[in-house]
Structures are given as C-alpha cells and as structure tokens.
C-alpha cells in the first residue's frame, strides 16, 4: 500500500480528513473544494496545491512537508498534484533500508549506498536509468515499474537518473 497525503479541513490536521494517494481535484468532491487548510506529506512527496480546479490560473504553492495554511491560502485550494518519490531499497522485495529521490542520483551525493540498492519502487509516470558505474561507463537498465536486482546487478547501483517524472 502506498502512503496518503492527508488533507484536513481545520488548520491544525484535525477534525475531517480526506486521504489521497495520487492528483485530485476537488470536481471529484466538492464537499472539500476551497475547505483544506492543513495537509500532512509523507516523507519523500511532493505536493503543489493549487487555487483553482485547473491548476493554470491563481496561485499554486509547492510543498515537501506538512503545511498548514496561511491568510494567503486559508479555504483556497481547489487542485492537488502528488508525486511520490521512487524508493531504493538495499534489500531485495523492498526491505532493508530505504531512501526515497524525485531527481537524479549519485553514490558519489550518499557513499553508504553505493552499490547497495537491490530493489527499487518506481511510481507511475516515472521512467528512470540505472547504471552500474556513472552514466557513461558499465551497462545501464531503463525502468517504469517496480524492479528486483537479478544475479547481475546485485548489489552495483552507483547512478540512477531520472529520465522522465509524473506530470
């Protein structure tokens, strides 16, 4: 199961909540249009609330973790974008230890993980590369969904770029 950004109505992540776990907007609720005033983020998202259903007009804020809204954003959010993060997990079938990334990465950012990750969740809309060595030396693998290191790449991830992300 993947984590739920949580919205609250009240300011202080009380009383009604509404669990998301991908974009919504409010057309599907309209209970909850122009009603959030707090949001807990699960560590790794990415949030951008938006004030209007469109998202292209008005103002739209992005968030990395728990909000609670201001005189500027109180009863104004009407569109939410969720991007969750990939996972890299240093033991095959997603356990171990995890570190969660949006953007490209390096052993050479986080030596403890280099030539670590053996299993790797990738959310929908995500297309990444990994490499066995840098982006140009030793073999690459494209993903778009989860993956379990095989006998060959156990244990020699040392770049993974990020190649396209959820819109």
Same mark, same amino acid.
């Given at each position: 199961m993947s984590a739920q950004v949580s919205l609250y109505k009240s300011n202080n992540y009380t009383g009604e909540k509404?669990?998301?776990?991908?974009s919504w907007e409010?057309? +599907?609720?309209?209970?909850?249009?122009?009603?959030i005033n707090s949001i807990k983020i699960p560590k790794g998202y990415r949030v951008t609330i938006y004030e209007h259903y469109a998202g292209i007009e008005g103002m739209s804020l992005e968030l990395t973790s728990d909000w609670v809204a201001d005189s500027k954003w109180k009863n104004k959010i009407s569109n939410i974008k969720v991007i969750a993060p990939i996972q890299l997990f240093t033991s095959k079938n997603f356990t171990g230890n995890q570190l969660s990334i949006t953007t490209n990465w390096s052993a050479a950012s986080n030596m403890a993980w280099n030539d670590k990750i053996n299993s790797i969740k990738v959310p929908k809309g995500y297309k990444i590369i990994i490499y066995e060595n840098g982006p140009t030396?030793?073999?690459s693998l494209e993903l778009t +969904?989860?993956?379990v290191a095989d006998g060959d790449w156990t244990n020699k991830i040392s770049n993974i770029n990020v190649v396209a992300s959820p819109k």
């Open positions: 509404l669990e998301i776990s991908s409010a057309s +599907s609720n309209k209970a909850w249009n122009d009603n030396n030793g073999k +969904s989860d993956w």
